[in-house]
């Protein structure tokens, strides 16, 4: 086994069990690789040889047999955005696009891929999360497929699309009255006294480093570059400092050269513990009550999110928070200049984006990549009222041209 558990702040060790704070000092316990072994065996070769999901970065990923599940999760689409670039006016755009991510069309099947296959290694019987939303499809859906007994735990103000996105893997909801972060101290609870296997408590090492996987297919997918900036949103703050530990690690052992890029986190102002941090120049953000549409990533006490704040910071780059309507202009714009439909989270990155680019914060000259991280279809509701409505005609030709004189073409707004 060439991985095992490390504290994050005293670095105390730790065997690769299901065990999450540091009895030291109470820091977050992370998965630590021995990167001699690794680099021992790991190349580009290796890894382009691979399947085409997140196990063709195995070397890197914390299990200790084959992998169970999420055998097509990752390797989603990097799309060259040349018609959002052009309105956002910049020369070099991307979207990383795991709205498109099998089987939960959400980034969450990335870690879930990864804790749920450590979950059965550490002979778990319960696979269960405190979750936003996507996580708990993600979990339902990799533990239907693992025989695996589930319980996901939400707030009960989720999004019927979300809930159904769970539902329909049959298992046990829980929903709270309360937000997430009520959902989470409960659920720490839960895991202690019952010893369930929590993708995001207790499993949260291994789930964390499933993460890395986004950074590591963007750089292979650029070609074995790094991008200069990658605007990511954050929510309990897994994401983000996790595509940049997997970018360095990429660095570190020699599969790709070129700095660091600066990241940029993305948060809705309804919600933004993180952005506030970074423009307060606080350490640790100051818990805050979410209230936005963007309920993916409305976590108002991020457990990771002085990693967040670090990584921003150490990398040189910066936070955007957004508001409602520029949410959900964010949706529309990504839609119709590059035919990708995300979820307010999505909206939040997008609208983010802009506004580093108007700010002059981000330059107009250099690569960008925008992390999509979940499906419009599970919140089409939030864009009731809003965009084309249909013209309704009788069947004749006659009733089309009465309609729509002369073929008009579709108004721009
Ligand atoms: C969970 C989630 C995120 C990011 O969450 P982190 O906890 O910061 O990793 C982003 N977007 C969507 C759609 C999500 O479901
Ligand atoms: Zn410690």
Known sequence: MNFSLRCHVCHAPFPATALYVCDKCMGPLEVHFDY???????????????????????????????????????????????????????????????????????????????????????????????????????????????????????????EPGKVAGAAVY???????????????????????????????????????????????????????????????PVAGGTLLPRILKGINELRSLGLVDGDEPKMYAAQAAGCAPVVNALEQGLEFPDPVKPDTIAKSIAIGNPADGFQVVNAVRATGGAGAKVGEEEILAGIELLAETEGIFTEPAGGVTVAATKQLIERGVIPADESIVICVTGNGYKTADVLAGRGPVPIHIGRSLADFEAAVPGGQTVEQS
């Not at 369930?196 to 070609?223: D, P």
């Open 36 to 158: 001699d072994a690794v680099r021992r065996t790991i190349s580009r070769e290796r890894i382009e040889a691979g399947p085409r999901s997140i196990w063709r970065y195995r070397d890197l990923l914390p299990i200790e047999g084959e992998p169970r599940t999420g055998l097509h999760s990752g390797w989603t689409p990097l799309v060259r955005a040349d018609r959002l670039a052009a309105r956002l006016g910049v020369r070099e755009l991307y979207v990383k696009d795991d709205s498109v991510n099998h089987p939960t069309c959400s980034y969450k099947d990335r870690v879930v891929s990864v804790a749920a296959t450590r979950a059965v290694e550490l002979g778990f019987t319960v696979f269960a999360c405190a979750s936003t939303g996507n996580l708990a499809g993600s979990v339902a859906s990799h533990a239907a497929r693992l025989g695996l007994d589930c319980s996901v735990f939400i707030p009960d103000n989720l």
């Open 170 to 232: 049959q298992p046990r909801i829980i929903a709270v009255r309360g937000n997430y972060d009520d959902v989470n101290r409960l659920c720490t609870q839960v895991a202690d006294q019952y010893g369930w296997g929590f993708a995001n408590i207790n499993l949260r090492a291994y789930y964390a480093e499933g993460a890395k996987t986004f950074g590591y297919e963007i750089v292979e997918q650029l070609g074995w570059r790094v991008p200069r900036h990658i605007v990511s």
